[in-house]
């Protein structure tokens, strides 16, 4: 069980990552101040979002939605995928085997033979068709990860109407394009990931940026199926904290059919293809890679 010290050290960590880095001082403060919250608590927060649930968190002096949503990831599971991300520490395998009903072979096919790496990509493969023609992913055991990751997520959707309104693809290709243009003109801080850096080189590049109340921190992917496949500075993780809660996408080139040498968002190929064709040749032409 994740402790109330615990918590607060990794929201504390995490806000301090992000004013190093520079990101918005509100988004740090928010952070902070609910570590310092959650240090002053006098009963454990696993009990009361056992007993109130994400509503019984929201209720706690400076947790808002967002916060509240970061606190139940690390009730939960014991993590916080931002602050691994930020540490350059993210394992998807692990992240995958959070999932109730995922196991460690499970987890190592869904990330090598479908290329999953998030939970919003799960959550996508589930609803598309491609989680069920998995072995092992029965129709019962893929409804019910799409229960969990409905409430893992913080999903609101009627019964069939699939996940819930995501925030549009052309949003995300324009994050990811801010954030390989910096990278490249090389305006960005750096850290030194912990995974496959044994000379703890500072090579991986981070954007802090905002759109209307959404912050944005975006890098490059550090997982080990990205080295293997020499992708390390194309798929560009982007997560997204805003007051609908945190989400994560990643933004690759394309290699093959109609979307052939474009940025698409992983998962919502079929919404990166209707964006195009409603824009203009010129534009067009602009956003290939």
């Known amino acids: 069980m994740t402790t109330n010290s615990q918590?607060?050290?990794?929201?504390?960590?995490?806000?301090?990552?992000?004013?190093?880095?520079?990101?918005?001082p509100f988004r740090v403060n928010a952070y902070r101040h609910g570590a310092m919250a959650i240090a002053g608590l006098t009963e454990p927060v696993s009990d009361l979002y056992a007993r109130e649930g994400i509503e019984g968190l929201e209720r706690i002096p400076a947790i808002g939605h967002r916060l509240a949503i970061a606190i139940r990831s690390l009730v939960e599971t014991g993590r916080l995928p931002i602050l691994e991300h930020m540490r350059g520490e993210i394992d998807p395998v692990l992240l995958l085997q959070s999932v109730p009903g995922i196991g460690p072979v499970q987890a190592e096919r869904l990330h090598h033979d479908l290329g999953i790496d998030t939970l919003e990509e799960l959550e996508a493969a589930a609803h598309d068709g491609r989680l069920g023609g998995v072995a092992g992913f029965g129709s019962k055991k893929v409804a019910g990860i799409i229960d969990s990751l409905a409430s893992r997520l913080g999903r609101v959707r009627d019964l069939d109407a699939g996940p819930a309104r995501q925030v549009p693809v052309e949003e995300l290709l324009?994050?990811?394009?801010?954030?390989?243009?910096?990278?490249?003109?090389?305006?960005?801080?750096?850290?030194?990931?912990?995974?496959?850096?044994?000379?703890?080189?500072?090579?991986?590049?981070?954007?802090?940026?905002?759109?209307?109340?959404?912050?944005?921190?975006?890098?490059?992917?550090n997982t080990a199926r990205a080295h293997r496949l020499g992708t390390t500075e194309d798929w560009v993780i982007l997560y997204q904290d805003g007051e609908s809660g945190s989400h994560q996408s990643t933004a690759i080139t394309s290699h093959h059919g109609p979307l052939k040498g474009r940025r698409v968002v992983r998962g919502r190929e079929a919404e990166c293809q209707e964006y195009f064709e409603r824009l203009t040749p010129r534009a067009r032409h602009g956003m290939a890679n």
Not at 9 to 24: T, V
Request: aromatic share 8%.
């Open 174 to 221: 324009d994050v990811d394009r801010e954030y390989r243009e910096a990278a490249q003109a090389g305006t960005l801080p750096t850290v030194a990931p912990r995974r496959f850096n044994p000379e703890k080189k500072a090579w991986l590049p981070i954007l802090h940026t905002q759109r209307g109340d959404r912050h944005y921190t975006a890098l490059f992917s």
């Open 7 to 24: 918590i607060a050290r990794k929201l504390d960590e995490l806000a301090n990552l992000l004013e190093a880095q520079g990101a918005n």
